[in-house]
């Protein structure tokens, strides 16, 4: 069987779809999964052994350069290498009319969310068998009982992301031999951040057990914000701008991290690396961490004390 599983993102959606192609690989014994994902993203998706094929688009930069003719014709290349696969079926977990639109280049028959479900309705109208889910659970959850549903299978068990930890490279192996800890201090949106003083007081518990801090950035912003936040911290390290895949290569490494309600914090967990999330402005029982070896404090408009994060690392840290 070939299959397309299709989410595209942002990187946490993503994560959060990766337990369905551990399900969907153990339920069909000869199957062939490949997933349409955001070119950005497409490293995150080849780390799991059950992907074959993590086939590459870019809505985010095609929306840059709508009208231009090199945008229409990377638009057709993907569209003529999705009907060329042939695929059986294309589970689109994302709910979006975008989603949707790229599902169909498949020309196979698409499950997917239903009207009720999807955060698009109008996206179920263009799958053939349109799902029902519970919009009260977890993102995990919510995309394995759509591949449950298109298989005919019975969810079982913990979520399992599969991830296999890329090498580090060897540039960064001097900030990895020494115990460290990695502090995600950056979000997506104002209402996600947590006080820089409260950051300082985490980084400098850290410290005091002889660990160094990482801090990573993405946009020159983030940059310079981490470089002012690692300003009051005492041992505290902003790494440079780095690939996602060589991120993903320190954070497997870390001893523990403590970030923010971002894709980040959610490959930590996924890579079972100790991680504390920082939920500020959304309910972590919807898009908590979740793995073995994490915790999710906070909530909206709640802003987590530094004692509740010390004492949730503490926790991580014995078991």
């Known amino acids: 069987m070939r299959l397309l599983i299709v989410k595209t993102s942002s990187l ?11 399900d969907l690989a153990q339920a069909q014994a000869r199957i062939e999964i490949d997933w349409l994902v955001e070119e950005g993203f497409a490293p995150i998706v080849r780390m799991h052994p059950a ?13 840059k350069d709508l009208f231009s003719a090199a945008t229409w014709q990377e638009i ?31 020309q196979a028959p698409i499950v997917g969310l239903d009207k009720a479900s999807a955060r698009e309705p109008l996206a179920a109208r263009l799958y053939q068998r349109p799902v029902a889910v519970d919009r009260t ?14 298989l005919g299978y019975t969810v079982a068990g913990p979520a399992r992301f599969g991830l296999t930890a890329p090498a ?9 031999r020494a115990p460290f800890a990695v502090l995600l201090t950056n979000a997506s949106r104002p209402t996600k951040l947590w ?19 990482l801090l990573f950035w993405g946009s020159m912003d983030e940059g310079d914000r981490s470089h002012a936040r690692a300003q009051g911290m005492r041992a505290a390290t902003v790494m440079p701008r780095l690939g996602l895949e060589a991120v993903a290569a320190v954070l497997a490494r870390a001893q523990v991290v403590v970030g923010l309600d971002t894709g980040l914090s ?25 793995g073995a070896r994490c915790a999710s404090l906070g909530g909206v408009d709640i802003h987590p004390p530094v004692a509740d994060v010390r004492a949730a690392v503490e926790q991580l840290r014995a078991a």
């Open 168 to 176: 580090l490279p060897a540039e960064l192996a001097e900030f990895t």
């Open 12 to 22: 946490g959606d993503v994560i959060h779809a990766l337990p369905l192609a551990t």
């Open 195 to 213: 006080p820089d003083e409260r950051w300082r007081a985490v980084e400098a518990s850290f410290a005091q057990r002889g660990w160094r801090s």
């Open 266 to 290: 959610h490959l930590a967990a996924a890579l079972d690396t100790p991680t504390v999330g920082l939920f500020c402005d959304y309910d972590p029982r919807l898009v908590g961490l979740v």
């Open 51 to 63: 992907v074959r094929h993590a086939v590459p688009v870019a809505v985010r930069r095609w929306r």
């Open 137 to 150: 659970l977890h993102a995990i959850a919510r995309n394995r009982a759509v591949g449950a549903a298109a």
């Open 76 to 106: 057709g290349d993907a569209r003529r290498a999705l009907r060329a696969a042939r695929y059986d079926m294309v589970i689109d977990c994302q709910g979006l009319l975008k989603s949707a639109w790229m599902a169909r280049w498949a």
